[in-house]
């Protein structure tokens, strides 16, 4: 199986299923110096860690990380840092079940058309449990960016048919509630909302925002490495995300020029500045030095107790009510996940930069 690895000069390849020994990760051309421990790495993995509140699956797992190479004496080594995490509470038994027909919405189908086999137990790879090691991964880029003055906010915009009003906007609420939203009110009457779909035995998607602030313009390569590429490209390999725009988005679709086009101004220093940001921060596929701005939109979780209809690998039409522990809602453990593939992509990109202009590789070699 190909297309578990990430990234060009920050790269990271994911391993492991989701019942069985453990998961992990190895993460290469992390450069040395970069002071880190396991805390560091577990304080991103419990955000995404299962049985935290009600709407979340009730599987307990401690998630404890262990950094098995690449750090010496609370620093990276430049060598490359590969992270364990154990399973520990599997229960696959749930899911003998379904190794004989294919549950709707998820990627039982395919896996079979494609290897003739498949890893039935929670969904094996294409379980979110693979996030763990895309979220310790992730974990290591945030440490990096925030070194240069690069932080992420990541937060759920929306759960179903409830938004959050920007009039409202509070980021502190976001730590303050299960559902990670910056608007209290709104935090609210999702939850009531994420009731009544458990009581129904259905579940729900929603719209996760992520806001980059410090970003440095220059960030991105023309053409196929464009930063909004990447950035695509990360945000669709999770595995529940269905859509993906930037700034206006498809809101732009609708605008005109007059209304779209972000001027440009002098500020009192000198430095350029932008009016607005319609754009989401990144001009022809490179970050223009505004905050990057991107939202994806999150499917309900599929696996649900209504009755469904499906077919067996023996080609019967039966009816069926997935069994096991799910969660009602997948958003809200996603914002760890989406702000840990943005971290990666903007330090994958970052790393690229260092090679772009003579002048900076002169100022790095020429002697003094």
Known sequence: MSGSTFGKHFQLTTWGESHGKALGVVVDGCPAGLPLCEQDIQIFLNRRRPGQNRFSTPRRENDAVE??????????????????????????????????????????????????????????????????????????????????????????RSIGPVEIDMQNFDSSQIWENPLYMPDAEAAGRASEY?????????????????????????????????????????????????????????????????????????????SFGKLTNHAGGILGGISDGSDLVFRVGVKPTPSISLPQKTVTRDHKEIEVRVKGRHDPVIVPRAVVVVESMAALTITDLLFSNMACRMDAIEKFYKKD
């Open 194 to 270: 994420l009731e009544d779909c458990k009581k129904e035995g259905n579940s729900s998607g929603g719209v996760i925002e992520c806001v980059a602030t410090g970003m440095i313009p220059g960030i991105g390569e023309p053409v196929f490495d464009k930063l909004s590429a990447n950035l695509a490209k990360a945000m669709f390999s999770i595995g529940a995300v269905k859509s993906f725009e930037i700034g206006d988005g498809f809101a732009a679709s609708m605008a005109r020029g007059s209304e779209n086009n972000d001027c440009f101004f002098l500020s009192e220093d000198g």
């Open 67 to 156: 950094i098995l190479s690449g750090v010496f004496e609370g620093k990276t080594t430049g060598c490359p840092i590969s992270m364990i995490v154990k399973n520990e509470t599997q229960r696959s038994a749930d899911y003998t079940e379904i190794a004989s027909y294919y549950r709707p919405g998820h990627a039982d189908y395919t896996f079979d058309q494609k290897y003739g086999f498949r890893d039935y137990r929670g969904g094996g790879r294409s379980s979110g449990r693979e996030t763990i090691g895309r979220v310790a991964a992730g974990a290591i880029a945030s440490k990096i960016l925030e070194a240069l003055g690069i932080r992420l906010m990541t937060y759920t």
